[in-house]
């Protein structure tokens, strides 16, 4: 290398260097959007596919797309892609749906009773990867009557049927023509929804625009874009640099904005619950009166107040207090006196160290909590103290679902779930005997026949005091022989710029999907001019 | 040196077949389910009959030897098989991202070799001056620093004190275009911390095969001459001086590959790390193994370029040895 190259390089590097400069005076600010017809939001999950026929947007409420039904902001059904709620025969065997005519896909070609058909029968094909097909388990056939009727055969009566009928529906001439594994579908989708997708960029964000076309109406606010931003720290980072207009945000990191004159603060209700489960296969958890004194032992008003900084409440089932399906009455007040009492009484006698004993069992077990998980380590931790406060000895121990899974039938686990939609969906799965060990269903192998008969009579019956009167059953006698200590239901906190007026959010489920948050409706905001 | 490259290429077949056959082995041998893994909270309330079906589906539950040999007879063909998690072909999977990867990384890898090569010289001028001194514990304090905390250090400075720079993703968060100038604004915040972690390798070796250099007769004989000090210290120290350097070139590929994946998740850039990482605790095992022989082409690739320089450079070194 002459000295006349080395000069050169020095030369071309200067040049780099002041290029690399200019551009960096240049952008400063220009991040945010001032534009009142567009809205920015930082989420915190990524989805892995936007193909429904894989499972996204399952519960409703795609953006891309739509299903035949829909939630209001009460999670109520209304009509989506049907005309109207559904036609219910048979004892609750057929369901037959008319659909909306004149509706079009965002590529122009017409929606109908096949692209329903085509939807329903590939999610339930078995080549199909999708995770959450068991929630089709109740349908024999889909059946396209013309080409704006569709019915339902299921294979026995299913009251909340309906609730699964809000996934979203696939065009048949688009999907249909590829590998519905790992097709294009999957990473560009086609729907009737209210936006289209612009771009997936992974790893970074999600760009949509407005369908001009919409049969609900044309959406307001014209580009939608979700940032994802895994880390709340920086979320928070960026919403504060005015690069997001809304954001998903934990208790500690939303507080501060309360006090913001220009971003409103909201906490969704939801179903999400932690709880832990008691497996009857362990000697101690399995003793209905442990499972009792720890039930009304734990302090959760505490747990809500110190862990979720008030943004929760006290859950003693999976059903939350406010819900119209929560049976009064079934409250368990904080007292240790009475839990001590008890075991007392039940001849839990304290041993050395203050651990109780009874024929040589020394009143202990493990507690597992998925690790990373900073929520349910704090919820484990609180609930060890309160439980060694009435003599309980519980150790907790941290590890991934590959460690805890095989131990579950044995040892105690710090869960979450929760689906707000029909209250079948979160009972069912976790009390039924019948479905004790298989997957991750009936994590604490809870086993009573008054209330796997409740359970039966609830999903069947679509009368809604015989279903209202069979759950009240369970929640009864969950407290007489709890098989799971549930502890808080979380609220959900998002941040939101007020130059999009007063919004609304949903009751939100455990799952922390695209939908959820004040964007729910995103297509129905009128922003202030 | 055609020779010397295809000594190389015929080199590398058998370590491709290791290293993909080891990525198997010890995906395998992992505690994770890729099950599991697929169906993510999904999983979590789907029936076992369901989970069943979907092992299946994937071919997880086929042994290993025989799962290495279908993706590397079809790799050979091109096709390099589905990823699992991302739901989509893996070599869209790889081609969507690995151009950001690349220009993230050959900007940081150019910028720190040329800052790298003048800070250096002037260390390397005055051994033991002030401004060799400053240089020198400069190097040594940024060798120890990691990327990660380089990374979120920047981030508080420019982005949020300073407010001059983006913090993160490759363009606007509210722009659904990719403009030139808008990614270069995006690039100079993990292009410079990946820069800077590379940096002190460059200073250090530089400055000291410049020293060596100045010290040697051919240099000693020019200054007799009365050549200028710049022509001295350019043409012969530096020239000399740098072939250690362009061994380095060649070995500092695995860091950069590294230091990359980790400045990637600090900025959200677009590039093959999240998908990596990914791959890695799903037991995505196509994307995994394409990912790694890719980076195991990089490093062979690197070393083969060093050498190459390093042959030109000094005609007293064989293609052949």
């Known amino acids: 290398m002459r000295a006349r190259s080395i000069r050169g390089a020095g030369a071309t590097a200067t040049a780099a260097a002041i290029a690399v400069a200019a551009s960096a005076c240049s952008a400063p600010g220009d991040g945010g959007s001032d534009a009142k017809d567009s809205a920015v939001v930082g989420i915190a999950y990524e989805p892995e596919t936007l193909s429904p026929l894989l499972g996204y947007g399952k519960d409703g409420n795609s953006k891309i797309f739509d299903g035949l039904l829909t939630h209001d902001a009460d999670m109520k059904l209304k009509p989506a892609l049907a005309a109207e709620l559904p036609e219910v025969a048979d004892d609750g065997k057929t369901y037959t749906y008319k659909l909306r005519k004149g509706v079009k896909f965002s590529d122009g070609k017409p929606f109908s009773a096949k692209d329903v058909v085509f939807t329903y029968e590939t999610i339930l094909d078995k080549k199909t990867n999708n995770a959450s097909k068991t929630e089709l388990d109740a349908v024999r056939s889909v059946e396209a009557k013309d080409a704006d009727t569709v019915v339902f055969h299921l294979k026995y009566p299913y009251a909340p049927f309906a609730e699964r009928t809000v996934l979203p529906i696939a065009p048949e001439h688009v999907a249909g023509k590829q590998d519905v594994n790992t097709g294009t579908f999957t990473t560009k989708p086609v729907g009737t929804g209210p936006y289209k997708l612009v771009k997936w960029s992974k790893g970074e964000k999600l760009t949509f625009k407005a369908n001009p076309d919409y049969w609900g109406g044309a959406p307001k606010v014209k580009n939608f874009t979700m940032a994802i931003i895994k880390d709340d720290d920086i979320r928070a980072t960026r919403l504060d640099a005015g690069e997001l207009d809304g954001a998903i945000l934990p208790p500690n990191l939303a507080k501060k904005y309360k006090s913001d004159d220009a971003k409103n603060t909201y906490a969704a209700k939801t179903f999400d619950y932690r709880v832990v489960t008691l497996p009857t296969g362990n000697e101690v958890t399995g003793d209905t009166d442990i499972r009792r004194a720890l039930d009304t032992g734990v302090n959760r008003k505490a747990m809500v107040d110190s862990i979720l900084y008030g943004e929760g409440k006290e859950a003693y089932g999976p059903v939350p207090t406010d819900s119209p399906w929560f049976t009064k009455g079934t409250e368990r007040k904080f007292d240790a006196d009475k839990a001590k009492k008890i075991l007392d009484d039940a001849g839990w006698k304290p041993g050395k160290d203050g651990i109780r004993e009874k024929d040589g069992v020394q009143a202990k077990f493990p507690l597992w909590y998925l690790s990373g998980d900073k929520l349910r380590q704090d919820h484990a931790l609180a609930y060890a103290s309160d439980a060694k406060k009435i003599g309980v000895k519980v150790e907790v121990q941290s590890g991934t679902w590959e460690v805890i899974e095989p131990r579950m039938p044995k040892d105690a686990v710090l869960a979450g779930g929760g689906s707000p939609a029909d209250p079948d969906f979160d009972q069912y799965t976790l009390l039924k005997s019948s479905l004790a060990g298989d997957g991750f269903n009936n994590m604490a192998h809870y086993d009573n026949p008054k209330v796997d008969k409740a359970l039966e009579e609830a999903r069947k019956s679509g009368d809604h005091a015989k279903r209202q009167a069979a759950y009240d059953t369970i929640q009864r006698e969950l407290v007489k022989n709890p098989g799971y200590t549930f502890l808080t239901h979380i609220d959900h906190l998002y941040v939101v710029d007020k130059k999009f007026g007063d919004l609304t959010t949903q009751v939100e489920p455990h799952d922390h999907g695209l939908a959820s948050g004040p964007w729910w409706n995103v297509e129905d905001w009128q922003p202030k001019k | ?321």
């Open chain 2, 1 to 321: 040196m055609a020779r010397l490259v295809g000594r190389r290429a015929l080199f590398a077949v058998p370590v491709l077949l290791v290293v993909t056959f080891g990525v198997f082995a010890v995906a395998a041998a992992s505690p994770f389910d890729p099950v599991k893994a697929y169906a993510g909270t999904a999983g979590l309330t789907a029936s076992q009959e369901n989970l069943d079906q979907l092992r299946a589906n994937l071919g997880v539950d086929r042994p290993l030897a025989a799962r290495w040999w279908d993706w590397l007879t079809s790799a050979l063909t091109g096709d390099f098989g589905d990823s699992s998690t991302l739901r989509q072909p893996v070599a869209d999977a790889i081609g969507e991202r690995i151009g950001w990867s690349v220009l993230l990384a050959a900007t940081a890898f150019v910028v720190a070799i040329l800052l790298g090569t003048a800070l250096g010289v002037l260390a390397a001028r005055r051994p033991g001056g002030w401004l060799d001194r400053a240089v020198t514990s400069l190097a040594y304090t940024l060798e120890a620093a990691p990327p990660f905390w380089l990374g979120l250090l920047a981030v508080w400075l420019f982005a949020l004190k300073l407010g001059v720079l983006p913090s993160g993703g490759l363009t606007d968060t509210a722009s659904s275009t990719v403009t030139a100038g808008q990614v270069a604004s995006h690039l100079v915040l993990p292009a410079a911390v990946l820069a800077i972690s590379q940096l002190p390798w460059f200073v250090l070796y530089v400055r000291q095969g410049v020293g060596d250099a100045l010290g040697d007769d051919p240099v000693r004989g020019a200054r007799a001459r009365g050549l200028a000090e710049r022509t001295v210290l350019l043409g012969h120290a530096l020239r000399s001086g740098m072939l250690p350097v362009l061994t380095l070139i060649g070995s500092r590929v695995p860091e950069l590959i590294t230091g990359a994946l980790l400045v990637e998740t600090v900025f959200s850039w677009p590039g093959i790390a999240a998908a990596t990482v990914q791959a890695a605790t799903s037991v995505d095992f196509p994307l995994l193994a394409a990912l790694t022989a890719l980076a195991t082409v990089a490093v062979l690739l690197g070393n083969l370029v060093a050498d190459l320089l390093y042959g030109l450079a000094d005609p007293r070194v064989g293609f052949d040895g």
